[in-house]
């Protein structure tokens, strides 16, 4: 199924307000963190899901409207990327989060993956929680984690290393 830009037209005509219009589909830009955040700091969006086919392309060239993916695969519809996009912007909204100093170590806040994390016990199946996060030493605490977002980020996801380090960075 394709979606009849007519009928899209009107739908975006009767509730257009200066929000942001997004259309979840594979063809959109990769959401972002960053782009999260600008979007937990407007005043709301407009959401757009197709099924199946997706979009009559006249409706991208006749309005303001900015297609959004979650990754590189297909699913059936748009309604779980939808999903998958309030739940990423409603969790940065103020009094979401217990702890809003939580949000800025986490995987993305600053390009990198997050750290390890740990909890009881202290050893499970041979298993040792590493000594610098017993040592009560938050400076040590605080580069180790340091260290461990870029060691994990450069093993799992180079494409972030890359953009955060471009070629020929000294940081590299």
Not at 150 to 155: F, N
């Amino acid at each position: 199924m394709v979606l009849r830009p007519d009928v899209l037209a009107a739908a975006l005509d009767s509730v257009a307000d200066g929000r942001p219009m997004l259309a979840l589909t594979p063809r959109g830009a990769p959401l972002t963190q960053a782009r999260v955040r600008e979007l937990a700091g407007g005043e709301g969006v407009i959401l757009l899901c197709g099924r199946f086919e997706g979009f009559d392309e006249r409706i991208f060239e006749a309005r303001a409207i900015e297609p959004i993916s979650i990754g590189d695969y297909v699913l059936a519809g748009g309604e779980l990327p939808a999903m998958v996009l309030i739940e990423a912007v409603v969790r940065l909204l103020p009094g979401v989060v217990g702890q809003p100093l939580s949000l800025a170590e986490e995987s993305f806040a600053a390009d990198l993956l997050e750290y390890p994390q740990y909890t009881r016990p202290r050893e499970w199946e041979g298993r040792s929680i590493p000594a610098v996060l017993l040592s009560g030493d938050h400076a040590r605490i605080a580069r180790w984690r340091s260290g461990e977002a870029e060691r994990i980020t450069k093993e799992r996801r180079p494409d972030l290393w890359c953009r955060r380090h471009p070629a020929g960075s000294e940081d590299a």
